[in-house]
């Protein structure tokens, strides 16, 4: 282990609780998608990738929880998420669809201690590999990353069907730059006169726009499980160890 490894200043992470949090604005985000940002002034903070469980409880008492990542990493009172919508879910079709300002839902969280950046612990580089709504997260740590004005070289390789797929589309363009090495990859549809082939993401592909293994990036993959766990392959075939790849995944392949 070098220097560089060791975190300089360890702080304690807040404890997960229940909290309450209104609703301010919900608007779309993608065709399948929604941005929800909640009012939460319980809410302690959060790391960048962390995640949190909404539950949601039915007029007859039934209730259900689902998991979703925070988009943001605030210092408290405010939490954004972006939902993307499960035509056969329990939960997100509400989220997405019915959610208005000014409702109330029930939050459990901060949640989640692996799969988190923060700046400043770190001066090994950092490599984003994002498929679909998996940017989530991943935006969060980048947002931060340039919120916090931290030297730690970034690169985020972001896999969505289409443009009107890609999440946090605006933000992302203004992050991009030489703090950030913004990559897309189109799958399904790619704007008028785009340089690259449109399909899935390859082991080719990959190797060409991440960071290449001799410079140890801290790597994080968040997407579909099947996304993750190709993704995770193919990294540790291009000689990345397997301890430096954090994955986060959700359900469907």
Not at 92 to 101: A, G, K, Q, T, Y
Not at 134 to 161: I, K, Q
């Amino acid at each position: 282990m070098s220097a560089q490894d060791v975190a300089p200043l360890r702080r304690s992470r807040p404890r997960a609780a229940w909290h309450t949090g209104t609703v301010v604005e919900t608007r779309r985000e993608t065709p399948s998608a929604a941005r929800i940002v909640l009012d939460v002034p319980t809410w302690p903070g959060s790391d960048a990738g962390s995640h949190l469980d909404v539950r949601l409880t039915a007029p007859d008492g039934y209730q259900a929880s689902r998991s979703y990542s925070v988009a943001t990493a605030s210092p408290g009172g405010q939490v954004v998420l972006a939902v993307d919508e499960l035509p056969d879910g329990e939960v997100s079709p509400f989220l997405v669809h019915d959610l208005r300002p000014g409702d109330q839902v029930e939050l459990h969280g901060p949640l989640g201690a692996f799969f988190v950046w923060r700046p400043g612990e770190s001066t090994r580089p950092v490599q984003l590999v994002a498929g679909g709504s998996g940017v989530v997260p991943l935006y969060a740590m980048a947002a931060a990353h340039g919120a916090a004005a931290d030297a730690t070289p970034f690169r985020l390789l972001y896999s969505a069907r289409t443009p009107d797929d890609v999440f946090f589309a605006d933000e992302l363009a203004a992050l991009a730059g030489p703090d950030l090495a913004l990559d897309l990859v189109y799958t399904r549809g790619a704007p008028a006169g785009w340089p690259d082939p449109v399909g899935r993401l390859t082991r080719e592909a990959l190797a060409a726009r991440t960071l290449p293994a001799e410079q140890r990036p801290r790597v994080y993959v968040c997407g579909s499980t099947g996304f993750v766990e190709t993704v995770a392959v193919w990294l540790q075939e291009l000689g990345h160890a397997a301890a430096d790849i954090h994955t986060e995944r959700f359900g469907g392949l």
